[in-house]
């Protein structure tokens, strides 16, 4: 180990450091540390061209330099990456329109995390629960959905829209829905049920 400190000292340039520069450009995490570094033999002097990822890029990870002259050499790291996420405070129902009060920041290990975890807390203050939540857990996508701005028995205008014709009718909506979303609309003159868009919180677009 003291021998690979004194070849990393007389280098121009850090092996941990080419690592770090590298996850950091390459994936979307907000803090990585690089340590143990390890490699056999002597580095050379130039820095490397390109790097492969052979294990990782997180936890025992290994990776493979490319050099100028056409040479490669293995390197290997421990690795560590945080990603800063939106938390609960506390368990929340079903249906509840989160807070500032109900949500925090918190860096987790990226090996950890959940798809699609949300990490601003923009896109989820005002969103609403599609289920039942624990304390301390990390707010994903699939858990979460838009503040509703058409309630169900609500009337509203239905518009149905073409290239050179656009008619309009009394409705009421038969479910919630966001901007957005697709739901289901009676009528009241046809007294048919309809599928359109909620374009706002007193239209629904029927589109052909």
């Known amino acids: 180990m003291a021998v690979?400190?004194?070849?990393?000292?007389?280098?121009?340039?850090?092996?941990?450091?080419?690592v770090k520069n590298y996850i950091s450009e390459h994936y979307p995490w907000d803090n990585v540390t690089v340590e143990h570094v390890r490699y056999h033999g002597k580095m050379p002097a130039e820095r490397p061209v390109s790097i492969i990822v052979q294990?990782?890029?997180?936890g025992q990870a290994t990776f493979l330099f490319?050099?100028?002259?056409?040479?490669?050499?293995?390197?290997?790291?421990?690795?560590?990456?945080?990603?800063?996420?939106v938390k609960t405070v506390y368990p929340l129902r079903r249906g509840t329109v989160l807070t500032k009060r109900d949500v925090y920041l918190a860096d987790a290990d990226v090996r950890r995390l959940p798809k699609n975890a949300i990490i601003n807390l923009d896109e989820a203050v005002g969103k609403v629960l599609k289920r039942s939540v624990m304390a301390d857990m990390v707010l994903t996508e699939s858990v979460l959905t838009e503040r509703p701005i058409i309630k169900k028995g609500q009337r509203v205008t239905i518009i149905y829209e073409k290239p050179g014709l656009r008619v309009t009718?009394?409705?009421?909506?038969?479910?919630?829905?966001?901007?957005?979303?697709?739901?289901?609309?009676l009528n009241l003159w046809s007294k048919k049920v309809l599928m359109g868009y909620v374009r706002d919180s007193s239209t629904v677009n029927i589109t052909p």
Do not use: I
């Open 55 to 58: 294990r990782g890029p997180v």
């Open 66 to 85: 490319e050099f100028p002259d056409g040479t490669y050499k293995k390197v290997y790291a421990t690795v560590h990456a945080t990603q800063r996420v």
């Open 4 to 18: 690979l400190l004194m070849m990393a000292m007389l280098l121009n340039w850090s092996p941990s450091e080419v």
């Open 169 to 185: 009718a009394p409705g009421v909506a038969r479910e919630d829905g966001a901007r957005g979303n697709l739901v289901h609309v």
